[in-house]
């Protein structure tokens, strides 16, 4: 906890507050459910003055709940919404399936025309909490948090001037080895406890994918130019690789702020993070949003990527003409990623309003250490905390 990058002021749902964790009720999950749904829709409807029963496509993401009727169909009963309206749910896609949601209604909208698309993004950690002792499974109770979010897409000519993005390319990876699959998956423990275990080669395993990924999205977005100084230097690398000399240059990076300005990469953990640095051979300033998000909000699984977007708009930093990369990574193992164009200069302060002013901190840490310090001290040698079956942490 002390290492996981995560703050104090992350959000969690009422029952884990209550002492609840080890036995939700489907009423739990529900109510979480609504509180990051509803909220959010409702602000969407109003800022974009669009009505519930002019919306056409509704796509809803999630992985470990999926109540019956689904999320789709409450909120179609809840706003009224129209009978004719086509209603996807995906589940199980993990952290990426938000931009998995987008992809399918980019498909969609090539047979519907003149359309408005909403996409509903949202984990539930009610029924989640896992209470065993594997520490592969516990890595879950840290990291990931409560939270939602809700877009609105269109392909309607008339709104062009009013849409604050467009999007340019999607694309999706699936990396099906053992290791993949096994790096981050939802089991039993020894005794039974169901949760997410996530293996130390989930980092490795994320790069690999992402290196997949990349080589057909880079073509894309990047100036013809910066791709042929790429090809030109990795040929040279090879050369003298083969030389057999004793020195062994670093192999070359392709240099991404050529054709992108900004990066919403995936808060999957202060790991997934320093991996994407390293890889992309960014800077601080791009790594910051993540970073940020990963200490305010916690990982939010499918919806952290817009967390992190709203993390940029409301630092001022999308400009017109500004070109967003978007990285999610999910169970499976799957690399999903998006590029933006921003269409205006954007300054909302949607989420962030009350505590951007705060970002970044001046150490992005939390007080775990200093207020559960005293367990590792000598005159408490007499308790042995390992006869307790759980012990639970939570944040402010």
């Keep these: 906890m002390i290492r996981s990058g995560i703050g104090e002021e992350t959000y969690i749902p009422r029952n884990f507050l209550e002492g609840r964790e080890a036995s ?11 509180d990051a749904t509803f909220s959010n829709l409702d602000a969407l409807f109003a800022t974009s003055a669009v009505r519930p029963c002019q919306i056409d496509i509704l796509v809803t993401t999630g992985s470990l709940f999926a109540p019956v009727p689904s999320l789709s ?31 399918l209604v980019r498909h ?9 698309a909403v996409v509903v993004a949202v984990e539930l950690t009610a029924p989640n909490w896992y209470t065993g002792q594997d520490r592969s499974m516990m890595l ?23 849409a604050i993005m467009k999007l340019e390319a999607v694309v999706r990876n699936h990396v099906s080895t053992d290791e993949a699959y096994e790096c981050a998956i939802h089991v039993e423990d020894e005794q039974g406890y169901p949760g997410a275990r996530l293996t130390k080669s989930l980092p490795t395993v994320a790069m690999r994918a992402l290196e997949g990924n990349l080589r057909v999205l880079l073509p894309k977005v990047l100036p ?24 062994k240059p670093p192999p070359p990076v ?25 890889s992309f051979g960014l800077r601080e300033y791009d790594m910051e949003p993540s970073r940020m998000t990963l200490h305010r909000f916690g990982n939010t699984s499918c919806s952290s990527l817009w967390y992190v977007l709203g993390y940029m708009e ?26 933006w164009t921003v269409m205006r200069d954007l300054e909302d302060g949607n989420v962030w309003a009350d505590c951007v002013d705060r970002y970044p901190p001046p150490t992005a840490g939390n007080r775990t250490g200093e207020i559960l310090g005293w367990i590792f001290d000598d005159c408490m040698s007499f308790i042995n905390f390992k006869d307790y079956d759980r012990a639970v942490l939570f944040s402010r």
Excluded at 140 to 162: C, E, M, Y
Excluded at 325 to 338: D, K
Aim: aromatic share 8%; hydrophobic share 35%; net charge positive.
């Design 24 to 34: 939700p009720t489907l009423q739990d999950s529900l109510d979480e459910m609504t």
């Design 73 to 103: 169909s409450r909120i179609v009963h809840r706003y009224k919404m129209r009978e004719g309206i086509k209603c996807f749910s995906l589940t199980g896609m993990g952290c990426s399936s938000s931009v998995i949601a987008v992809d």
């Design 108 to 116: 969609t909208f090539r047979t519907r025309p003149n359309s408005f």
């Design 140 to 162: 879950s109770n840290v990291l990931f948090r409560a939270g939602g979010s809700s877009l609105l897409l269109t392909n309607h000519p008339s709104w062009k001037d009013r």
């Design 224 to 247: 013809l130019w910066e791709i042929l100084r790429f090809v030109v230097a990795s040929y040279r690398w090879r050369i003298v690789k083969g030389g057999g000399g004793d020195s």
């Design 254 to 278: 392709m240099n991404m702020r050529t054709g992108i300005q900004h990066f919403c990469l995936h808060t999957g953990g202060r790991a997934v993070i320093d991996g994407f640095e390293k």
């Design 314 to 339: 409301a630092k001022k930093r999308l400009k017109r003409g500004d070109s967003v990369m978007m990285v999610g990574l999910g169970a499976g193992f799957l690399c999903n990623t998006c590029v």
